[in-house]
């Protein structure tokens, strides 16, 4: 049995067994190429500058990789700053490679553009490819992205089957665009049901293989990703915020904005600190929202309430960028905080950010691929011909330039 059960797996480079690569923590001079492939499998990576692979169709180096493993993380060194570079990884086991794929290298000064968005999940109702692919499919268009920044929440529980969706809905994307992931409480969802104790995140810590808490910088702006979901406070499968997580991050996050020779930072959590539906900031995560004002963050992206909303607390701007597929949360009521400017339900979309570090402004644009008619359903989202922005703030990347 197990012996048949490998020879389909070693014929079948195309099944879902094989997850087409993604690229995480791109820098001024590496990246990590990430997939799946066969059970503790091998594979290489050829790898050429896109404009030498353009006029030459071939590649300048090609890299095996070290470790038997079922999820490869090969990092590719010694690359140029802002540069793109075209790569094909032939995964062990398979008929032949992936297709070809492209990635940025950050620059060392000078603007660039970012996305943000999160909680792709499915619903009760619908699957992933109902409706994040809209969203997926739109950033793929999306010209001159250097990567993307996902809130969490990437399938509804941490399981193979729903993981494996989200990399094929996502597939068209993740094949031009390095991304650099945060986690969120449905990657502890157990898919034997909600009773069960949270899981280990497996599926997260397989794909991605970073810390859950890092930082990485781009033109002298630094970008902070901060663990939210806490396993030790959970009800049933689902890990909440915590004061204690909170503060066990605090030193490290202090030491982090506590740089003067930054031009700005940005942060990004899963759960948010404000939230249309409390009229005070979350008091588990008290410790960093003190800090953001300390330090005077240039803004902050949070996702797990399935919105967009937009706030302004003490001159930060902070969003919610919940809308990229999950079942959507109505803005009714009337207890949004202070702060609160905007918020739109039963959208989907992606938050696009323009910085300019010399000029020490940044602009976010809230786009929109579609509305749908209820929180939950099979039925298709009404997607537009072209994305429609809702929302725009042009805002500084620090309060008090530097001389
Ligand atoms: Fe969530």
Not at 81 to 94: A, D, I, K
Not at 269 to 275: E, G
Request: charged letters at 20%.
């Amino acid at each position: 049995m197990l012996l048949s059960l490998c020879i389909v797996s070693a014929s079948t480079g195309a099944s879902t067994d094989y997850w087409s690569p993604w690229v995480t923590m791109t820098s001024t001079d590496s990246a990590i190429i990430n997939w799946r492939g066969e059970e503790n499998g091998s594979g290489s990576i050829d790898y050429a500058k896109t404009s030498y692979f353009d006029a030459h169709h071939s590649y300048e180096t090609t890299i095996e990789t070290k470790e038997a493993a079922t999820y490869q993380h090969v990092r590719l060194g010694g690359l140029d700053p802002n540069t793109s570079y075209t790569y094909r990884v032939t995964p062990s086991g398979s008929d032949g490679p992936f297709a070809n794929r492209s990635f940025r290298t950050m620059p060392e000064s000078g603007p660039f553009t970012f996305i943000v968005f999160s909680d792709p999940q499915k619903g009760s109702e619908y699957e992933e490819k109902q409706r994040f692919k809209y969203v997926a499919d739109a950033i793929e268009k999306e010209p001159e992205i250097l990567f993307i920044l996902i809130g969490g929440d990437y399938n509804g529980h941490d399981s193979d089957g729903l993981w494996s969706q989200f990399f094929q809905v996502a597939d068209g994307m993740l094949a031009k665009d390095a991304i650099f992931p945060t986690i969120g409480n449905h990657e502890y969802h157990n898919s034997s049901g909600g009773d069960n104790p949270p899981t280990k995140a497996d599926h997260f810590h397989w794909s991605f293989d970073i810390p859950l808490n890092y930082s990485f910088d781009c033109s002298g702006i630094q970008f902070i990703v901060l663990n939210t979901p806490d396993p030790n406070n959970a009800n049933g499968d689902d890990p909440h915020t915590s004061l204690a997580l909170a503060e066990s991050q605090e030193p490290w996050l202090r030491e982090r904005l506590d740089d003067d020779t930054l031009l700005g930072s940005f942060t990004i959590h899963h759960h948010p600190i404000w939230d249309y539906y409390n009229a005070t900031s979350n008091p588990d995560l008290e410790p960093r929202e003190s800090l953001y004002h300390a330090y005077n963050i240039s803004a902050n992206f949070a996702g797990h309430t399935h919105n967009y909303q937009r706030y302004s607390i003490g001159g930060i701007p902070y969003f919610i960028v919940g809308n990229a597929g999950g079942r959507c949360a109505d803005l009714t009521g009337d207890s949004a905080p202070a702060g609160y400017i905007f918020g739109m339900n039963k959208t989907l979309g992606y938050l696009k950010v323009a910085v300019d570090p010399a000029k020490n402004t940044a602009t976010a644009e809230e786009w929109i691929v579609a509305t749908v008619k209820e929180d939950d359903s099979k039925e298709k989202p009404n997607v537009f011909e072209t994305p429609k922005m809702i929302d725009r703030i042009t805002f500084p990347l620090r309060k008090q330039s530097k001389e």
